[in-house]
């Protein structure tokens, strides 16, 4: 039994950011390429006979030919206990946190229940080619138990928190600032770098959780500066209007988190569409990354997010791309990607499919500083991996006989593809697509 495998396909990763559809400096595309994986490390990439003879003699190998072969696909934002509340009616975000989602979150209270959501959540993501995502858990220590125990049983690399918020919202979903701070240490100690898996601190956002809990997630902040933070920051104009109104002293939504030293490289700032130039400003002078989830923006009716104009600002904002799950309809990164494309283009910008293919790969990576581990097939990196075919309906298929470039190939694979284009999704170099 040897942990050496050759994985054989078309090969594509990005070097960095693509400039336009001819810039092919900004990629690697090995057209009968091979990957080396040693004990779920790529150890060798490039033309397939070439790397062959790198190989052991007699290795098992894997031929995916005509497919593609990427990096796994990257989610930045999901909120892993709103699987069953993904295509609830109603008409704006408060509304439906409301009336659907901290309801169904109270549940999470039961570890069982926990459990079994975490079963059908890691199998979603993987079916449909994710294999890092970054989560909220619901405000039980029970949640984040069940959400990194199967992380850790899949090998994948995962980053959450256990939400902190007490107030505005149900008793059974409060805790209350020490409750925060003790159980987030808590989660901390007990998953944080076990396996593959990175602890987030998680005040879900400022409407629901008050300045003593703030300073609770500051003095995590203070004594955890390596681990991420991820909170929520003007999604829709009645949660601003909101959040102004509990935090007047504030300048602004922005000024809330900067005032309590949550602000900096690691911190992930779901949605930020409706951002003032002050605020753009803090966030890029704080390397802050304003992550952006377009079907559940379009869902909620929350607005138009300016990604291509925040990204080439004189100061330019970091982003990142997600589905948020489940304001987010589709757990696709494909879909994802798509409906950004839809959302520049309504702004009169343009979201070409090499930047797309970069953002959801190598681009999230660069956002949580694991482009080292993640997000390329560089050698060293871990071998997740999502294998593609743009054949894989009766539509694509047909669609496929008139097209000549990558690109091209690309575009369709995000404007028509879904789960049915993931042919595989490897792990470590572990196959885990579940058919």
Not at 247 to 256: E, F, H, K, Q
């Amino acid at each position: 039994m040897t942990d050496t495998t050759l994985i054989r396909g078309r090969l594509l990763s990005f070097k960095r950011a693509p400039l336009s559809l001819t810039d092919t400096d900004s990629y690697l595309y090995e057209h009968d390429g091979a990957l080396l994986v040693t004990g779920g490390k790529i150890a060798a990439l490039g033309d397939y006979a070439v790397v062959k003879m790198q190989a052991p003699d007699a290795v098992e190998e894997t031929d995916h030919r005509p497919h593609l072969i990427l990096p796994g696909f990257i989610d930045c934002h999901v909120h892993f206990p709103q699987m069953q509340v993904i295509a609830s009616y109603a008409a704006n975000l408060l509304e439906w946190l409301n009336t659907y989602t901290f309801p169904e979150e109270c549940r999470f209270v039961e570890s069982d229940h926990a459990a079994r959501i975490a079963t059908h959540f890691y199998d979603e993501l993987l079916r449909h080619g994710t294999t890092t995502a970054v989560a909220y858990c619901s405000v039980h220590k029970t949640s984040a138990d069940a959400f990194f125990a199967e992380s850790l049983r899949r090998g994948m690399c995962m980053v959450g928190g256990k939400v902190m918020m007490d107030r505005n919202a149900p008793q059974g979903l409060l805790d209350t600032p020490q409750m925060g701070y003790d159980e987030t240490r808590a989660v901390i100690a007990d998953w944080h770098a076990k396996g593959r898996n990175h602890v987030a601190i998680t005040p879900r956002f400022a409407i629901t959780s008050t300045p003593g809990q703030m300073q609770a997630a500051q003095a995590l902040a203070q004594e955890f500066p390596d681990l991420f933070i991820q909170t929520h920051l003007s999604e829709n104009h009645e949660e601003i209007r909101y959040t102004s109104e509990l935090y007047p002293d504030a300048t602004d939504y922005t000024d809330i988190y900067a005032r309590y030293g949550l602000l900096g490289k690691k911190t992930l700032l779901g949605h930020a569409i409706h951002l003032s130039d002050r605020e753009a400003d803090a966030l890029s002078e704080a390397g802050a990354v304003a992550v952006h989830c377009p079907t559940s923006n379009l869902f909620l009716g929350s607005g138009l997010f300016p990604m291509k104009a925040l990204m080439r600002r004189d100061k330019p904002v970091r982003v990142a791309v997600a589905t948020d799950i489940g304001g987010g309809s589709s757990y696709s990164m494909l879909r994802t990607l798509d409906e950004a494309y839809k959302i520049q283009q309504l702004l009169g910008e343009r979201l070409n499919p090499l930047e797309s293919l970069y953002l959801m790969t190598r681009g999230n990576a660069e956002a949580l500083g694991m482009e080292r581990d993640i997000g390329t097939l560089d050698i060293g990196s871990t071998a997740d991996l999502v294998v593609l075919s743009a054949e894989k309906t009766p539509a694509m298929k047909l669609r496929m006989e008139t097209i000549r470039t990558l690109p091209e190939e690309l575009f369709l694979l995000q404007t028509m593809g879904d789960d049915r284009a993931i042919v595989e999704t490897y792990v470590a170099g572990k196959a885990l697509k579940p058919h």
